[in-house]
């Protein structure tokens, strides 16, 4: 069974102060690890995925990387703006199709 | 386009009635899945669907839960009778079927709460 670990639950970050989210996985075979962002009130918003081991995407403030049995969420200078929980989601080999196995998330707070 | 649409967005009921929810899938996205948010498990599939067929329905809790899918516009989700216990955030996704490794696009949810 495909399992998602999360780490901090919590993270309170002073604006400009820069910060690591975590995200351990066990897959059987990884096809793909997705980076979700999520605001109060909405649905999951996509932000990255990751297939192989060494990989980085980026997206403004945000880097993904990826090793075989984690990945980081890399938040550079961070604003208020993004505040949000960050959920992380491995794809295995055994799901099939799109299924996706969701981590709890970190929620981040980044203050003036 | 307007997205994955759902509703009710908020739907408030008593122990033991029947709670249907709705989705409408983003056009020409061939899966469609069925999750529930709470505080304690996070984000849970229940079932998911490939061009209208049922695929994998193992995360459904139990028998009181069904799902749905008529056509490819159309899917719902229906507790029946509900209780406390399935109050939570219930999402509607979709995705393309180009590949096994599209991202899901997330209706705004049905904020569910059983009394």
């Given at each position: 069974e495909d399992q998602v670990t999360q780490s901090p639950e919590a993270l309170r970050l002073q604006e400009g102060e820069s910060s690591s989210l975590n995200c351990s996985y066990?897959?059987?075979?990884l096809r793909g690890l997705f980076w979700y962002r999520q605001d109060p009130g909405k649905g999951p918003e996509f932000l990255f995925t990751l297939y192989s081991a060494g990989e980085e995407k980026e997206k403004e403030r945000l880097?993904?990387?990826?090793?075989?049995?984690?990945?980081?969420?890399?938040?550079?200078?961070?604003?208020?703006?993004?505040?949000?929980?960050?959920?992380?989601?491995?794809?295995?080999?055994?799901?099939?199709?799109?299924?996706?196995?969701f981590g709890t998330g970190t929620q981040l707070k980044v203050e003036l | 386009d307007a997205g994955v649409i759902q509703s009710p967005r908020h739907e408030v009921t008593e122990m033991g009635q029947e709670v249907t929810l709705r989705c409408k899938p983003i056009s020409g996205h061939d899966y469609l899945f069925w999750y529930r948010q709470t505080m304690m498990r996070g984000l849970e599939l229940l079932i998911y669907f490939n061009n209208n067929v049922p695929i994998d329905d193992s995360g459904m809790p139990e028998d009181r839960f069904s799902a749905k899918m008529p056509n490819a516009s159309f899917s719902t989700l229906k507790i029946q009778p509900s209780e406390p216990r399935d109050s939570a955030v219930y999402f509607c996704a979709s995705s393309l079927s180009m590949g096994w490794n599209d991202e899901q696009y997330f209706g705004p949810g049905t904020r569910l709460t059983v009394t």
């Amino acid at each position: 069974e495909d399992q998602v670990t999360q780490s901090p639950e919590a993270l309170r970050l002073q604006e400009g102060e820069s910060s690591s989210l975590n995200c351990s996985y066990t897959v059987s075979g990884l096809r793909g690890l997705f980076w979700y962002r999520q605001d109060p009130g909405k649905g999951p918003e996509f932000l990255f995925t990751l297939y192989s081991a060494g990989e980085e995407k980026e997206k403004e403030r945000l880097k993904a990387t990826l090793t075989k049995k984690e990945s980081f969420l890399h938040i550079t200078a961070p604003k208020p703006e993004d505040s949000a929980t960050y959920l992380c989601a491995v794809q295995g080999l055994t799901g099939g199709g799109n299924k996706l196995t969701f981590g709890t998330g970190t929620q981040l707070k980044v203050e003036l | 386009d307007a997205g994955v649409i759902q509703s009710p967005r908020h739907e408030v009921t008593e122990m033991g009635q029947e709670v249907t929810l709705r989705c409408k899938p983003i056009s020409g996205h061939d899966y469609l899945f069925w999750y529930r948010q709470t505080m304690m498990r996070g984000l849970e599939l229940l079932i998911y669907f490939n061009n209208n067929v049922p695929i994998d329905d193992s995360g459904m809790p139990e028998d009181r839960f069904s799902a749905k899918m008529p056509n490819a516009s159309f899917s719902t989700l229906k507790i029946q009778p509900s209780e406390p216990r399935d109050s939570a955030v219930y999402f509607c996704a979709s995705s393309l079927s180009m590949g096994w490794n599209d991202e899901q696009y997330f209706g705004p949810g049905t904020r569910l709460t059983v009394t």
